[in-house]
């Protein structure tokens, strides 16, 4: 397997809870991120504290930084590099508001925690949307939730993520379960 010469003392330590996960949309970015040398999968992981996950608009995974809310989250945890983490940087839109790359703790099964960062909703509205969701979240982002994920070539082009997460949250229906 590639990696083997970068691990996570070298490494930014990333959790990944939705379309990154392996069998989900976008793990082909982590993928080559791995067969470039600029990843490392490290195992399946939970977060040590509760949070809320939710699904918004086009069936996008959001996790809330509301630690003591929702579950506990189950996630894999990857070791990357800084270009790998540039990369998905952009991918999660940190630049634009989309999401925010923030601390969070994990833990496999039976081990210590580790510290690592999480992709969490931007704050401009993920309070907002754990509301949205009647503050229901899930404790794994599943097959069942990515069944309703719209990739970005095939999401609407006349309004931006943003715009659409807040047209998501003004409308009068509820989120999907």
């Excluded at 210590?112 to 931007?122: F, L, P, R, T, V």
């Excluded at 719209?150 to 993520?161: A, I, L, T």
């Amino acid at each position: 397997m590639g990696g083997d010469s970068f691990g996570q003392s070298k490494g930014h330590p990333i959790f990944t809870y939705g379309t990154l996960k392996r069998g989900f949309p976008n793990h082909g970015l982590m993928q080559s991120l791995i067969d470039q040398n600029d990843a490392v999968f490290l195992g399946t992981h939970v977060t040590v504290h509760s949070y809320p996950l939710v699904c918004g608009p086009n069936g996008i995974p959001y996790l809330i930084n509301l630690p003591g809310s929702g579950h506990r989250v189950k996630g894999e945890l990857y070791s990357v590099s800084t270009r790998g983490l540039g990369r998905l940087d952009e991918l999660e839109g940190i630049t634009l508001g989309h999401y925010e790359r923030l601390p969070i703790q994990t833990q496999a099964e039976a081990e210590a925690e580790a510290e690592a960062e999480a992709y969490y909703a931007h704050r401009s509205f993920g309070e907002e949307l754990w509301e949205k969701n009647g503050r229901e979240g899930l404790s794994e982002y599943t097959e069942r939730e990515a069944s309703g994920f719209v990739r970005r070539e095939d999401r609407p082009k006349d309004r931006s993520f943003v715009d659409e997460v807040r047209f998501f949250l003004s409308s009068s229906s509820s989120a999907p379960k």
